[in-house]
């Protein structure tokens, strides 16, 4: 009698899952108040990684870009003073 032999293998075959990412945050406040140097940022993070084929994820998970250029300087302005008169002499009656 002959016997016969039955084989069984599980096969699991992972399904590809796609990289999610969060929404990108608002921007920041300008890191300088004035000036050209000052950049605005903001990010975003991963809410899945990838998975098998699936799409990966970026790299970037960070935009910058230059702030509105303000100018340093600021006018700053008092009281009015009194009104004099400069570098005239005046002669006998108070005309010049």
């Known amino acids: 009698m002959e016997k016969k032999w039955q084989m069984n293998i599980s096969c699991v075959v992972e399904c590809p899952v796609n990289c999610q990412l969060s929404e990108w945050s608002p921007w920041s406040e300008c ?16 809410i899945q990684a990838s998975q098998g084929d699936g799409r990966p994820c970026p790299s970037q998970m960070e935009q910058w870009k230059p702030c509105p250029v303000k100018p340093c300087f600021s006018w700053r302005y008092s009281a009015w003073s009194n009104c004099r008169v400069q570098g005239l002499d005046c002669v006998g009656d108070g005309s010049t």
């Open 31 to 46: 890191t300088h108040t004035c000036g050209l140097a000052g950049k605005l940022w903001r990010r975003r993070s991963v």
